[in-house]
């Protein structure tokens, strides 16, 4: 490589990379250095330093401030520079395809599969590669060498081995932008996907809201005879769509996100986001579904907590739920009589509010009143010193007098 055509390879670089031309001399004036220093023996404390003239492109080192001569020199810094050059334009090529991605990243891109690695698929973009990891797979699918395949742009990663394009097509958002590509009017902004939850090879639950009344947001996303929505269960290979009409009222929604199972009765709890569903005895495993699935792809959707209950279910949830409260009540019953029946009750200024405390505080006797220190009474809420003092003496006192004696 001759001096004059080195700077012209840089400011060629400079123009069609965008890389600073500064930049690269640096980077080949380092890279002569380190090789300069392989040739010569130079001593531990004397720099090699590297200068590429930039009137003439003529490269020269120096060992302190001697010049270096050696027929080899030049051999070897034309060599370095070629590969310092060759590899700036791998780096601003990787820099391309770098921002080209990043600016697709949750984009639908397509690409064929090019080699398997442990379950993993690397497909071929054109200017690169893309991961496909297993875990971004649906189980349903089987893809063979040089098979087209549309994939989800999940992230892409850079690091010092390189660049690494993660893609998915397990991602809810997959489903969400073939949708996008399939419909018109979700594209255009008319229908909007409001959420969507996904059993990913099984079934996927998407709720859509038309924004002009004049169009149904579930008949455009079916599409005539159904022909949209089959498009993508075959893009899915089989996965089952639920469209669903999103509604602001959260039990129209519920009630729409767990079809085709019919709700009877909900009960909303809208501070923790819960609700109870209950259904007839014969539509609960239709709401509950396989494994599961409707109640949990449902509950996803609408972001609330949804337990699912048959008649026979929620009767005898109900009829224990009344023994309990019951038994409660005739256990705060019990207590009061205790507390209005304890020796405690005797001590003057001694209120059923502060036997309960007194016997919470394991203070349950005249004898452990007439016992306690002062400190240990006064850890009770409410109770200072004094007061406290107060109680021992009296309960002290009535413990002489030989009544009151629990």
């Not at 990243?105 to 590669?129: A, C, M, P, Q, W």
């Not at 602001?248 to 009765?265: F, M, T, V, W």
């Not at 609408?302 to 005739?330: M, P, R």
Request: proline residues 1%.
């Amino acid at each position: 490589m001759e001096n004059n055509e080195l700077l012209t390879i840089l400011e060629q670089l400079e123009r069609d990379k965008g890389i600073n031309k500064e930049i690269l001399i640096a980077a080949v004036e380092s890279a002569v250095a380190s090789a300069a220093k392989k040739l010569w023996t130079v001593d531990k404390d004397e720099d090699v330093k590297v200068v590429l003239n930039r009137k003439t492109g003529k490269i020269i080192a120096y060992a302190g401030d001697q010049e270096i001569r050696s027929s080899e020199f030049g051999r070897i810094a034309a060599q370095t520079a070629k590969q310092v050059v060759i590899q700036k334009i791998r780096e601003a090529e990787k820099d391309v395809i770098f921002t080209e991605f990043q600016a697709r990243v949750g984009e639908i891109i397509s690409g064929s599969v090019y080699r398997f690695e442990k379950g993993n698929l690397i497909i071929d973009l054109g200017k690169t590669e893309g991961l496909l990891p297993r875990r971004e797979q649906s189980s349903r699918e089987e893809f063979h060498q040089g098979d087209r395949i549309r994939v989800y742009v999940l992230d892409i990663q850079r690091d010092n081995k390189g660049l690494q394009i993660i893609l998915s097509r397990a991602h809810p958002s997959f489903v969400k932008r073939l949708f996008e590509l399939e419909v018109p009017e979700i594209y255009e902004g008319i229908v909007e996907v409001k959420s969507i939850s996904r059993d990913v090879g099984e079934r996927t639950k998407i709720a859509v809201y038309s924004k002009d009344e004049k169009i149904d947001c579930v008949g455009a996303c079916v599409g005539m005879r159904g022909s949209r929505v089959k498009n993508i269960v075959s893009e899915l290979h089989g996965e089952k769509i639920d469209i669903v009409r999103y509604a602001d009222d959260i039990k129209e929604y519920i009630q729409a996100a767990l079809s085709p199972a019919e709700i009877s009765q909900i009960q909303l709890s809208y501070d923790e986001k819960k609700a109870n569903i209950i259904v007839a005895n014969d539509q609960l495993s239709l709401a509950i579904g396989r494994h599961g699935q409707n109640v949990r792809l449902a509950s996803k959707l609408v972001g609330w907590e949804l337990d699912i209950f048959s008649f026979d279910q929620w009767k005898e949830l109900q009829d224990q739920q009344d023994k309990d409260d019951a038994a409660e009540e005739q256990g705060k019953t019990a207590k009061k009589e205790e507390m209005a029946n304890s020796p405690l009750s005797q001590i003057n200024g001694v209120g059923p509010k502060m036997v309960a405390q007194l016997m919470e505080n394991g203070f349950d006797t005249l004898e452990k009143v007439a016992k306690a220190e002062v400190e240990e009474l006064t850890q009770i809420k409410g109770l200072g010193k004094i007061k406290a003092q107060s109680i021992i003496e009296e309960a002290q006192a009535f413990l002489k007098k030989g009544k009151g004696k629990g």
